[in-house]
């Protein structure tokens, strides 16, 4: 996507990607996490592969190949200002070498669409 005008629905697809631009292979994935924010330490929304209070559902579209969806209501994108919208990815994996147990990666900064908001959007028509 490009530019989304604020007030819609989206369908957000993601291949998940190493640092190295090598695509993660999901089906060892014991939890993802997807959080979607404008500024940095402001998360909008949170999304989990498992059921969790407060998160909304990730769905796994393609595990070998890394393919996860979000979808933001709405309801979320009504209230964007205009600018970037990006997610932050998080992911764990069991990993019995791991000091927990679990090998984690993840991905910032990734890009989901430019907002474009309306400057009436709260302004009632008479």
Known sequence: MNETAANTDMYVRFTVRDTAGAVIDLTGAVGIV??????????????????????????????????????????????????????????????????????HTGSQGVFITKIKASVLRDVQVP
């Not at 393919?67 to 019995?96: F, H």
């Open 34 to 103: 997807i959080g979607i924010y404008q500024s940095v330490g402001s998360i909008i929304k949170k999304y989990s592969k498992v059921v969790a209070t407060g998160y909304d559902t990730i769905e796994i579209i393609d595990a070998v190949n890394g393919l996860v969806e979000i979808y933001i209501p709405r309801s979320v994108t009504r209230s964007l200002i205009s600018g970037d919208l990006m997610a932050e990815l998080k992911i764990n994996e069991e990993d019995v070498d791991a000091e927990d147990g679990f090998f």
